[in-house]
């Protein structure tokens, strides 16, 4: 029931609205995050500042392999012996 909307929206015959995404700031050519509407994108620009969208990318996929790299770590580390039993 939901696939027809986001095709919708990508051909542009329903309005996509940006209210989640951050501000773009024209005079600094940087986002800038918001506060009422906190994901991890807006989080990260509210922590370290306005930043590029390329830096801002960089930014968010470092944490996610340091997420993977914890997870991993939790995995396979002795204690995972306690939960699994291969």
Same mark, same amino acid.
Do not use: D, E
């Given at each position: 029931p939901q696939? +027809?909307? +986001?095709?919708?929206q990508l051909l542009?015959?329903?309005?996509?609205?940006r209210h989640r995404l951050p501000r773009y700031n024209t005079v600094t050519k940087l986002l800038e995050g918001k506060k009422e509407n906190l994901n991890l994108v807006n989080l990260t620009?509210?922590?370290t500042g306005p930043l590029s969208e390329r830096s801002l990318a960089i930014v968010l996929l470092v944490f996610q392999v340091f997420c993977c790299g914890v997870a991993f770590a939790i995995?396979?580390?002795d204690v995972a012996v306690m939960f699994y039993e291969d």
């Open positions: 696939t +027809p909307n +986001p095709k919708a542009g015959f329903v309005f996509c609205p620009l509210l922590i995995r396979y580390s």
